[in-house]
């Protein structure tokens, strides 16, 4: 059985270094991914409000027989609810739970210093146990620095071999605040999985190249929550544990840096997604 990692956050919280994400799973394929992920050892799920499977993710943890103190969860406030007095209070009941142990504020979009007031507030009354952002540049994220009484303890941003955020990664370190990767792998560009580096990597520590490009986040320090409906590749994700990538082996993967991105914020699209309403997730 493979040992799981954990990283300290700046409030002394334990977050596993590797979970599962479930970006784009309907609610039913978000219930089974995490059921068949929490039986693989997954320790860590992500979601969000707008992603319509919070109800999913707290069936999922009900269950795998884990007692909920076993499982660390994550989600995220949508912008257009940053403002809502009872957001927090809601996202909990979609969840079927207590408390949560991440919540992030989405986007940088609409009034999300109000939204970060709120899961101060969250935190302080014990719902939420670390708060954190996603998908902040660094300039909003000095914004935050700037007016927060509680200091976010992860960051949540695009980031694989093609686009390591160097620069970013080394200014959250001197505040303390952990790099999460999603699209870990790329958004499953063949490209990247198939660069000849990773297929010999790949043969020396017979694994596959997406397990070489996971131990290198977590060997570089990010959290990592690849999303997968497919039980063998959710089993892979997670047996990441039992091998460990020489220095000149990362040094080489940190050398494939190309600055390249697969998503792009834009003012317009922060624009439409402070206006979007997600649906209502009432599935039961």
């Known amino acids: 059985m493979n040992t799981q990692l954990t990283i300290k956050l700046n409030n002394g919280a334990e ?19 995490c059921v068949s992920a929490l039986s693989c050892g997954c320790r860590l ?37 940053y403002e809502q007095a009872d957001a927090v209070e809601k996202t909990l009941a979609r969840l079927d739970t207590d408390y949560i142990d991440l919540l992030l504020i989405h986007q940088p979009a609409g009034n999300f210093a109000a939204g970060y007031r709120r899961m101060e507030k969250a935190y302080k009354e014990g719902k939420v146990r670390a708060i954190g952002l996603s998908n902040f540049n660094m300039e909003q994220i000095k914004e935050i620095l700037s007016i927060c009484g509680i200091k976010p303890a992860i960051l949540q ?28 792998l790329g958004h499953g560009d063949k490209a990247l999985l198939e660069e000849p580096l990773f297929t010999e990597l790949a043969r020396k520590y017979n694994k ?9 986040h977590i060997q570089t320090g990010n959290i990592v929550i690849p999303g997968s409906k497919n039980p063998a590749h959710i089993k892979d994700n997670f047996a ?7 220095k000149a082996e990362m040094s080489d993967i940190a050398a494939l840096d190309k600055g390249v991105r697969y998503y792009t914020s834009t003012p317009e699209l922060l624009n439409r997604y402070a206006a979007m309403v997600p649906p209502v997730d009432e599935q039961k």
């Not at 977050?15 to 991914?33: K, Q, R």
């Not at 992500?46 to 969860?73: C, H, P």
């Not at 694989?160 to 699209?183: C, D, N, R």
């Not at 990441?240 to 020489?246: K, N, P, S, V, W």
Request: net charge negative; glycine share 4%.
């Open 15 to 33: 977050m596993p270094m590797a979970g599962i994400g479930t970006f784009l799973l309907t609610p039913d394929e978000a219930e089974a991914s």
């Open 45 to 81: 799920i992500d979601t969000a409000n707008a992603y319509v499977n919070e109800r999913a993710v707290g069936r999922a943890m009900k269950k795998s027989g884990l007692k909920r103190e076993e499982i660390f969860l994550e989600t995220k406030l949508w912008p257009s609810f």
């Open 157 to 184: 941003t695009e980031v694989h071999p093609y686009y390591q955020e160097k620069e970013l990664k080394q200014f959250l370190s001197s505040e303390g605040i952990v790099t999460q990767a999603w699209y870990p």
């Open 208 to 216: 596959s190249s997406a397990q070489i490009i996971l131990r290198w």
């Open 240 to 246: 990441l544990f039992d091998f460990e990538l020489t």
